[in-house]
């Protein structure tokens, strides 16, 4: 991995599929939002699930440290930084309600309630599509970085222990944002229905491309 702790190898050529995913994903939920009429809720429920398999990748990684990590910390700092990457599960739950049952249901747009209930339900072509490349993503990572190459001594242990990240921000600013963006653009005689998202959407991939371009 790289020496200033980032999620990729000193081999440059290892940041690809990442940015690929980073591009690839955010251009087909713009695609998904313009063409589709997608309002906030699949992006919104698709930034949970992803959190969610980074949570468990990221706890499985710690388990697959537990023996390195014995040798030069006590058991009561190694199960402590557990107990903290378990915390995400917690916040993940509190923003599950949210998501699903305030922006599925309760602010959902107009005529939008069966396309969210179709979309939890995976029943969202593109929505799919977009999971699916994730995991593979997340699950070449792992078998890269965990098994395949290991280099335990330079894994992002604060990261990985972290209960609140990079990513995990993007859902606050980028409701601040989108919200900014709505009250904003009307005054400039730019109203769309889209600008909630696309605040949201900036402030999101803007995270993920810095994610990558850090390392």
């Keep these: 991995m790289s020496e200033k702790g980032g999620l990729l190898p000193e081999n440059r050529n290892y940041a690809v ?15 998904g939002i313009v063409v589709l009429g997608w309002h906030f809720f699949p992006i919104l429920y698709l930034w949970w699930w992803e959190e969610l398999i980074l949570s468990i990748f990221g706890f499985w990684a710690l388990k697959r440290l537990r023996a390195s990590l014995l040798r030069e910390s006590t058991e009561l700092e190694v199960n ?20 699903v049952v305030l922006a599925g249901f309760m602010f959902a747009p107009d005529g939008t ?8 339900f995976f029943r969202n072509q593109v929505f799919n599509l ?18 395949h190459n290991p280099h335990y001594e330079s894994a992002p242990l604060e990261q990985l222990r972290s209960t609140f990240d990079a990513r995990s921000a993007v859902i606050h600013a980028g ?3 989108g919200a900014f963006l709505s009250y ?29 371009k850090k390392v």
């Design 17 to 31: 599929p990442p940015l690929v995913y980073a591009l690839v994903s955010n251009a087909m939920q713009i695609y």
């Design 130 to 147: 977009n999971l699916l490349f994730f995991v593979a993503l997340q699950s070449w990572l792992f078998w890269r970085d965990y098994y």
């Design 184 to 212: 904003l653009l009307p005054k400039f005689n730019l109203q769309t229905e889209h600008a909630f998202m696309f605040g949201f959407m900036a402030v999101k991939m803007l995270v993920e491309l810095w994610q990558r």
């Design 175 to 177: 409701l601040l944002i």
């Design 113 to 120: 309630a069966i396309q969210n209930v179709l979309t939890i």
């Design 80 to 99: 402590e930084g557990e107990k903290s990457a378990k915390t995400r599960f917690f916040l993940l739950a509190v923003y599950f309600v949210f998501i």
